[in-house]
């Protein structure tokens, strides 16, 4: 199994609830296991216009191999209505690959370590509330780039996230952290073209 860290945002529709619904999606899929989720966040827009939006990171152990979690990733983005009439567009989800074990990858399409991920606030700040120790791959330490994303406008959304915690997501009752290996991957496959709520078969 390899450890990966997803970062998934939303500014289109009822972002809330899109992550939320994406969060229980991942965990219903094939060789997936939720491990941690941050915090709900929201964050200026960089490079992008339209409204605020709001972010979470999620830790995986996934069977996967690269590839097929890229092509998840995608799926589920088409899934939830996402569409890219232009570069960074407003969007209904995005969910990017930003760590995927201590795989450092460079291909036209996919760059791992995520290229903008020690640059942006929104995906470094909820990355490193779950996983504060942790070691970016060719980088260094996760929260030494802290500093350099301060002045970036991004607040911890103080009311319910919304998301489900890790222990409804695998049929426990009472898992209430949003930290520990507790939501493991059911069967289950992402389909169809909607607007998402929350169906993922």
Known sequence: MTVAYLGLGANLGDARQTLKDA???????????VVAKSSLYRTAPIDAGGDDFFNLVVKLETAL?????????????HHFGRERPYRN?????????????????DEPDLTVPHPRLT????????LVEIEPSLVIPRHGRAQDFLEAVASQRI????????????????GHQGGNQDTGAVAHGKPGAVSGTGSGKGSCS
């Open 65 to 77: 191999p690269v590839r097929h979690l890229l092509a998840l990733c995608h799926k589920l983005e």
């Open 89 to 105: 567009a407003p969007r209904t989800l995005d969910i990017d690959i930003l760590l995927y074990g201590e795989h450092c990858i």
């Open 23 to 33: 969060v229980v999606c991942l965990a219903q899929q094939h060789a997936i296991t």
């Open 119 to 126: 640059g942006r606030a929104f995906a470094l700040v909820p």
């Open 155 to 170: 607040e911890k959304v103080k009311a319910a996230c919304l998301c489900p915690s890790l222990g409804t997501l695998s």
